[in-house]
Nanobody, 119 residues
């Protein structure tokens, strides 16, 4: 059974930094991509960033230049370094992993970690 364990959220002042981590266990074949989404109160979940097996990285426009996604493939772990945080970055951040199996692509979500940025 695949499990995603997130850590690193918290409360920070505007302009500060946080680093999120997400470790995936139970992966049998491999991972196509790992990424982060976020959901603010009253809003839909939105993509923050993802990184593919092939090394492609995609960022939402609102985090470009401030957030950096990275992976440790050996540990099936993805990180999100968040700098220059703004109050509008306040949200629950969710890790997302797409696993590949023969004939299948399976999507998994972490439990979410709260990020709160005070002004």
């Amino acid at each position: 059974q695949v499990q995603l364990v997130e850590s690193g959220g918290g409360l920070v002042q505007a302009g500060g930094s946080l680093r999120l981590s997400c470790a995936a266990s139970g992966i049998i074949f491999g991972i196509n991509r790992m990424g982060w989404y976020r959901q603010a109160p009253g809003k839909q979940r939105e993509l923050v960033a993802f990184s593919t097996k092939g090394g492609n990285i995609n960022y939402a426009d609102f985090v470009k230049g401030r957030f950096t996604i990275s992976k440790d493939n050996a540990k099936n772990t993805v990180y999100l370094q968040m700098n220059s945080l703004k109050p509008e970055d306040t949200a629950v951040y969710y890790c997302n992993v797409e696993e590949w199996r023969p004939g299948l692509q399976l999507d998994y979500w972490g439990q979410g970690t709260q990020v709160t940025v005070s002004s």
